[in-house]
């Protein structure tokens, strides 16, 4: 296991890396919150981000809702807001204040729909106010979505000496108070969310935990849960004296060797917390339950990969010092991945309801992901008709095109709709795209077929292509 790090000066206690790795893997517990609110289905939608930070997490939940009309982000660390500016500046929808949420007041006395807190309640002085701020900010029946974390939720067993209790604890009275902006950091700020958030006036009030465990994992996934949750205490700030130090490295390295251990027990747990401003007159909200509820299941085991998708023979796919390209079904847990490539790829992105509704209901629906070592590189999606089969969405993240993940994709796609049975492989591709023409193309796909005027946005035809399986 790597050695903790001695910073100089006053770190944060979270870091960019940290940030985005967190918003991508967690992404699906807060789709499963906003589809128990229908947001998918709503227009006109005003959101408050509350301590958005470099807008990252910001623009990846709320980019791919066309009914969200305006999110406004609001946190106190200057460049953090400057970097958000920059990132949303395709998108008029998107804009960003530099303050704290105590001293932000919204320009003309605006009034939101969702004020969303991602882990950011733990680190407010005050939740309690803050929360019955986010009240006063909302129109009647809009909602707060509240993600955070309790250390009290965390579970080591068998844990003789204590060494994760003893960590947390150097951590909370040594590191935290020494960092910026966590000071008031309240590690066990989950239990309180359900109570706090009734005391701020807000009712229909629900509250899921999905948890992370070492149960039945292999030793590689232990290590990974392990460095996910040992990050920030790493992160020793140089005014924390030598012993203290020493010490916090001694249990960093005592609490992973833990993790070698196969019957080793470690649980972690966020908290995923709705609450609805009291609208006169209106009859009780009741949230989608089953739908939040399952959204547990995006953290069932990951599946084996099933393909090797580098090319066996005959010409090559890609350069040859191209990332190996590794392909499983795609899940409901990388939906946070999906997104960021969604976004990323499309001006108007699929939501997470219409990839969670495809996977978990359509029975001809066919997703694939591909992974390269940064992780989700892409993914396509096909369905299965009795008149033949047709892919329906592929994306490569646009880092990482031109290295052989979209054919990956195609190919596997070929050869799962031949192997079902179907004698046609179809897709749709803009005309003025001659680039994906062409790709398709070397693939084999002949242009069978014009939808004139098929697109919006800027306006085309589209080209059909099909691919003859027998
Ligand atoms: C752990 S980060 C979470 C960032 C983002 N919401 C996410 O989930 O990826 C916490 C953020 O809260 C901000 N923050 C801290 N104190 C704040 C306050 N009083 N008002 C608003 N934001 C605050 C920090 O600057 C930081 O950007």
Redesign the pocket.
């Known amino acids: 296991m790597p050695q903790g790090r001695r910073q100089g000066g006053a770190p944060?206690?979270?870091g960019k890396g940290q940030?985005?790795k967190?918003?991508l893997r967690t992404a699906p517990e807060d789709y499963a919150a906003f589809e128990a609110v229908n947001l998918a289905g709503r227009g006109g939608v005003r959101v408050l981000?509350?301590?958005?930070?470099?807008g990252?997490?910001?623009y990846l939940k709320f980019a791919p809702y066309a009914g969200v009309a305006r999110v406004v982000g609001?946190?106190?660390?200057p460049e953090?807001v400057a970097e958000a500016a920059t990132r949303t500046a395709g998108d008029a929808r998107f804009s960003f204040a530099c303050?704290?949420?105590?001293?932000?007041e919204p320009e003309a006395g605006e009034r939101f729909d969702l004020v969303?807190?991602?882990?950011?309640l733990q680190?407010?002085?005050d939740p309690q106010a803050?929360l019955s701020k986010a009240c006063r900010l909302l129109v009647p029946g809009g909602f707060v979505v509240v993600?955070t974390t309790d250390d009290a939720a965390k579970l080591s067993y068998p844990d003789p000496e204590q060494v994760m209790r003893r960590l947390f604890d150097l951590y909370e009275r040594h590191v935290l108070p020494n960092t910026?902006?966590?000071a008031?950091t309240d590690r066990c700020n989950g239990e309180k969310c359900y109570t706090l958030m009734r005391r701020a006036g807000l009712g229909n009030v629900a509250v899921r935990q999905f948890a992370a465990d070492t149960c039945g994992k292999t030793l590689e996934e232990r290590h990974a849960l392990f460095e996910r949750c040992v990050y920030f205490r790493r992160n020793v700030p140089a005014c924390v004296d030598e012993g203290t130090a020493a010490e916090i490295y001694a249990l960093v390295e005592a609490w992973g060797t833990l993790f070698d251990q196969d019957d080793y027990y470690f649980v972690t747990q966020s908290f995923v917390a709705i609450g609805q401003k009291p609208q006169e007159g209106a009859s009780p909200w009741k949230y989608a339950g089953p739908v939040f509820e399952s959204a547990s299941e995006a953290f069932r085991k990951p599946q084996e990969v099933q393909t090797e998708a580098r090319p066996r023979g005959g010409a090559p796919l890609a350069p040859a010092d191209a990332p190996a390209v590794a392909i499983r079904p795609l899940a409901e847990r990388d939906l946070g991945a999906v997104m960021a490539i969604e976004v990323a790829s499309f001006r108007d992105p699929w939501t997470p309801l219409a990839f969670a509704l495809d996977l978990r209901h359509n029975p001809c629906a066919h997703y694939t992901a591909a992974f390269t070592e940064g992780g989700l590189a892409g993914y396509l999606g096909w369905w299965g008709a009795p008149d033949g089969a047709a892919i329906v969405r592929v994306a490569v993240d646009p880092a990482r095109r031109k290295a052989g993940v979209g054919r990956a994709l195609v190919e596997q796609a070929v050869r799962d709709a031949r192997a079902g049975g179907h004698g046609v492989l179809t897709l749709e591709v803009r005309a003025g795209n001659a680039q994906a023409r062409g790709f398709y193309t070397r693939l084999g796909f002949q242009e069978a077929a014009v939808r004139s005027a098929y697109y919006e946005d800027p306006p085309d035809d589209a080209v059909i292509m099909a691919l003859p399986l027998g």
């Open positions: 944060m206690a979270w940030i985005v967190q918003a981000d509350v301590g958005c930070f470099d990252f997490n910001t609001v946190d106190p660390l953090a303050s704290t949420f105590e001293d932000y969303y807190f991602s882990h950011v680190h407010l002085p803050a993600k910026p902006h966590t008031c």
